[in-house]
């Protein structure tokens, strides 16, 4: 079971991680993606900081299994929130959307069952 957990949390914070450095260095693609589900360019940082921090608290949940698991927990709402937006706007390309979302629920599940 801990290769599962240790696979799919490392997994989570490669793809959260690469997303907060695009985010926080203003990389094309999370404005484009910003402007196909009409959110203002100001949120990009703060959403490039929330992604950081969440996998920042992936790693620390390492050895403080709690914070993984409200990191891990997070990460889920925050991609929920990001599948509203896109519906919201009735944008359908759900495909990286759904890579992100995937790794992080599987990063919780392994989480909750691990510990």
């Known amino acids: 079971m801990y290769a599962a957990y240790l696979a799919c949390t490392l997994l989570a914070v490669a793809l959260t991680g690469s997303a907060a450095i695009a985010n926080v260095i203003g990389h094309a693609y999370p404005k484009s993606q910003a402007d196909k589900v009409r959110v203002d360019h100001k949120w ?3 959403f ?3 992604l950081g921090a969440g996998a920042a608290g992936l790693l620390a949940g390492l050895a403080v299994p ?6 891990a927990a997070g990460l889920v709402i925050y991609f929920l929130g990001a599948l509203v937006a896109h519906l919201r706007v009735h944008d359908l390309s759900l495909g ?3 890579l992100y979302f995937g790794a ?3 990063a919780l599940v392994t989480t909750i069952a691990y510990r």
């Open 48 to 50: 490039g900081l929330l």
């Open 44 to 46: 990009i940082l703060p």
């Open 96 to 98: 990286p959307w759904s």
């Open 66 to 71: 709690a914070l993984g698991l409200l990191a």
């Open 104 to 106: 992080c629920a599987a």
